[in-house]
């Protein structure tokens, strides 16, 4: 084991392993320099306080949060320019991604290391996954119709059941006063359309959006993948909408009914002489009734449907369906400074598809609690969750956290959880095709994880470091007869981040790096597709007219095999973006974009192609 190291931040001393002491010096050392730019400045601004909801489960100031929570607002989508929602997660919540390709070829996130299936994503509070691969199809969730993001890192079962060992990704849809429409036009023949509507009348407001994307893009292959390169163009076409209605029926009560459509056709490579097209379809609705009976006691009623429909054709014609039923109430207590809150949840998960399942349905139901209670400067919280699954029986999860304000511009916080992953019909039920079937005796993937933070907030200058470690047992692999999966290997992701924003008068610094171990427990190798390293920093200028800025996107090496072997090495990469925003007047904006500004070429899976320098103009109105 190698000795430790020490770094001194004002009184607080942090043992640190030793390899981490050179970037977190580093980065501190690149925070001091712009605070000092800061202070030359004229004055400080201090950021306006988010609300949040995810970090558990009712609303609460997000520096009073003793999880680690990233908010993406929407002037930072809404900035993004032609990237999707995996990338987005990466510039803004510290996420690597994979991606086989353009725009709609399938992305996924990894948080904190974990894999692409350890996070739960919800719409609206609805979750949207696949029953079958049991991931989250996220490059069909369009970025027009999204208004925040809020992200859960770490462990969170004990909130939000199975499949968050990594975190939480919660979508919340637009819904607004206005009518606004806006076109873009940009590289590859990218052409789209937006438009959104909505009023409020007395006790009753409503809200609709509609928007097409359509990209002729590269071909997603290249000539590394040996199976299914296809040099021909993949052209990308999504249709979206939102909406939302709500009453205030009465004082305390509103009744409110949201959705999300995503129709989107994809073309892919399977090999040369094949047009292969995918068609998938994401869809959410959701009815919720909120009624305050007591000045302090809140319930939530809600009942709603997440389904995700995708058929392909081409090659390997087929479709698979997952269709999830959803109930919840909610019940959310005040006594004094003590916040408790109590609830039921029931899925049910029903696939169907052209493969022979032998089993199509399943179904959880969950009983949990949470409490946060505040002394003065102290404040601890935890949460408690079981989930009875009709395959494989009840697990339970659990949480405890605190977070002390120990002088006026410091706080320190930490938390240790337990998650779960469920397996997947295609890891239970996939039925015998060329020697290989699934395993209806697979457990689920278990997690244990710890993670502490430190926090220094001073006017409109902020840095944190954040530390954390996790445990996975039983991760779902191929056995060494390659027929089947069973529950064999192990991994231990620890590492730190380090962040640190500063705002001074129009201008905005920030910059977070996570330097970390995502290793198989066993063999000591990389995880696939994962990175020693990786973060972002980023400069914005605002001047009320003008909005300019840009963002440096960064990663080291990564294998795209679980033996990390030297012909699967990804080589690191840096990706600038640029981008300028003009308000001609209070309703009319033009834009630009520049992604990958030096025309870097990388990868993110080996054999698939990644997207060159490519620009965006943008036109946006708004009435009130």
């Known amino acids: 084991m190698q000795p430790a190291g020490t770094l001194?931040?004002?009184?607080?001393?942090?043992?640190?392993?030793?390899?981490?002491?050179?970037?977190?010096?580093?980065?501190?050392?690149?925070?001091?320099?712009s605070l000092v730019i800061a202070r030359a400045a004229h004055g400080a601004d201090a950021a306006i306080p988010q609300v949040v909801i995810t970090a558990n489960r009712v609303p609460q100031a997000v520096d009073t949060a003793v999880a680690d929570l990233v908010v993406i607002d929407a002037g930072q989508i809404a900035r993004a320019g032609p990237i999707g929602l995996a990338e987005l997660l990466q510039r803004h919540a510290g996420a690597e991604i994979s991606q086989t390709?353009?725009?709609?070829?399938?992305?996924?996130?990894?948080?904190?290391?974990?894999?692409?299936?350890?996070?739960?994503v919800l719409v609206d509070g609805v979750r949207l996954n696949s029953s079958t691969t049991g991931t989250n199809a996220l490059e069909h969730i369009p970025l027009a119709r999204i208004d925040r993001i809020e992200v859960l890192r770490g462990p969170a079962s004990s909130l939000y059941g199975a499949d968050a060992i990594g975190g939480v990704i919660q979508i919340f849809t637009k819904a607004q006063d206005t009518a606004s429409a806006g076109v873009s036009a940009g590289s590859d023949h990218r052409g789209e359309v937006r438009a959104a509507v909505g009023r409020t009348s007395g006790d009753w407001s409503w809200s609709l959006g509609a928007g097409l994307l359509e990209v002729n893009s590269f071909s997603a292959t290249n000539a590394e993948n040996t199976f299914l390169f296809n040099p021909d163009d993949d052209p990308y076409r999504n249709k979206n909408a939102n909406g939302a209605l709500q009453w205030r029926w009465a004082e305390g009560?509103?009744?409110?009914?949201?959705?999300?459509?995503?129709?989107?056709?994809?073309h892919f490579d399977a090999g040369p002489g094949s047009d292969d097209i995918n068609q998938q379809h994401l869809s959410t609705l959701a009815l919720q009734s909120e009624d305050r009976f007591r000045p302090n006691w809140l319930s939530t009623l809600r009942l709603a449907r997440g389904s995700d429909h995708s058929s392909t054709s081409g090659a390997f014609p087929g479709f698979f369906d997952t269709d999830q039923d959803q109930a919840l109430w909610q019940n959310d207590l005040t006594f004094g400074a003590t916040t408790l809150s109590l609830g039921t949840e029931w899925r049910r998960e029903q696939v169907s598809s052209d493969t022979a399942y032998a089993q199509t349905e399943r179904t959880i139901s969950s009983l949990f609690a949470a409490a946060q209670h505040t002394f003065d400067t102290l404040q601890l919280e935890g949460s408690l969750r079981t989930d009875h699954n009709s395959q494989f029986g009840t697990h339970t999860t659990g949480r405890v956290g605190a977070g002390w304000s120990f002088a006026p511009d410091w706080r320190v916080s930490a938390a240790a959880g337990n998650a779960f992953r469920a397996p997947s019909f295609n890891d239970l039920y996939f039925p015998l095709a060329f020697g290989f079937s699934g395993n209806p005796d697979l457990q689920p993937e278990r997690s244990r994880g710890i993670d502490a933070a430190l926090r220094w907030r001073r006017g409109g200058t902020t840095l944190s470091l954040t530390a954390f470690d996790n445990h996975i047992d039983d991760l779902i692999a191929v056995d060494p007869t390659f027929t089947t999966v069973i529950n064999v290997?192990?991994?231990?992701?620890?590492?730190?981040?380090?962040?640190?924003?500063?705002?001074?008068?129009?201008?905005?610094?920030?910059?977070?790096?996570?330097?970390?171990?995502p290793r198989d427990a066993d063999t000591g190798d990389l995880l696939v597709r994962r990175a020693r390293d990786h973060g972002r920093a980023g400069i914005a200028y605002d001047s009320g007219t003008w909005r300019v800025g840009g963002d440096l996107t960064a990663s080291g090496e990564r294998f795209d095999s679980a033996a990390n072997t030297p012909a699967s090495r990804m080589g690191g990469y840096g990706l600038l973006s640029l981008y300028a925003n003009w308000s001609i007047t209070r309703e009319v904006t033009l834009g630009a974009?520049?992604?990958?500004?030096?025309?870097?070429?990388?990868?993110?899976a080996k054999g698939y192609n990644t997207a060159p320098r490519q620009g965006m103009l943008t036109a946006d109105v708004v009435w009130q």
């Not at 001194?8 to 501190?28: E, T």
């Not at 991994?491 to 790096?513: P, V």
């Open 489 to 517: 290997n192990r991994a231990r992701i620890h590492g730190t981040t380090l962040a640190a924003q500063q705002l001074w008068g129009a201008w905005r610094a920030d910059l977070e790096w996570t330097h970390q171990s």
């Open 253 to 266: 009560h509103k009744l409110s009914l949201r959705g999300l459509l995503s129709s989107a056709s994809t």
């Open 8 to 33: 001194a931040a004002g009184v607080i001393l942090v043992s640190v392993p030793k390899p981490l002491c050179r970037p977190l010096v580093a980065g501190f050392a690149v925070f001091a320099t």
């Open 101 to 120: 390709g353009g725009p709609g070829q399938p992305s996924g996130v990894f948080l904190r290391g974990t894999n692409t299936s350890h996070v739960v």
């Open 593 to 604: 974009r520049v992604l990958n500004a030096t025309d870097k070429r990388y990868e993110l």
